[in-house]
């Protein structure tokens, strides 16, 4: 069975926004991008898989943005490649190596989870409160950021019971940035 990871930049106080947090350096983005290298597939919502193509996706003309840096590509060509799978009731058609995942999203997530190999991925806000209400996540990563946000969405918002962790990994930034990596606490 495959572990599903949820995964995701936080501020101190708990805001998962994009635009908070401390500006991605070299560092941070081999950190992403081993993590995108150690899954089989990524779990996106809509929102999550629109905005992740509008930044990260290849152009057409094949060359990345000038305002990207060798981590930044190195990132982009990880996510870019990587399959994906999203979760939607409006998007009818996505592309950028991906498919909608219909139906029952428990029984949907089950099955991916049931296939072979390294684990799954998902990110976002939304959709992995749904997933953490359903018992579907294993595995929660974060990268704290040194930052207090004092706005925007905060990280499981809406959770609806306790989930108990046992620590399994932290790695210290020179940013000061810490991701710390938890698995569900065995019974």
Known sequence: MRP???SINVTLDGCCHH????????????FWTTQMAGVD??????????????????????GWPAWM???EIRFAEAIDGARKYVVSST??????????????????????KAEPGAGL????????TALANRGL????????????AGRGPTL????????????????AFRSGAVATRYRLRSA
């Open 4 to 6: 599903l990871r949820y």
């Open 69 to 71: 840096d060798e981590a």
């Open 91 to 112: 998007l009818s058609d996505p592309d950028w190596n991906a498919e909608l995942l219909s139906g029952d999203l428990e029984t949907a997530v089950r099955a991916l």
């Open 137 to 148: 996540i294993d595995e929660f990563e974060f990268l704290v950021q040194p930052v207090v």
């Open 121 to 128: 991925w998902v990110g976002g806000v939304a959709l992995p």
């Open 19 to 30: 635009e908070a947090g401390l500006p991605p350096d070299e560092e941070s983005m081999d």
């Open 156 to 171: 499981l918002a809406g959770l609806d019971r306790q989930i108990e962790l046992d620590p399994v990994d932290r790695t």
């Open 41 to 62: 597939a990524l779990l996106l919502g809509r929102v999550t898989y629109e905005m992740m193509a509008a930044a990260w996706r290849r152009p057409a003309s094949g």
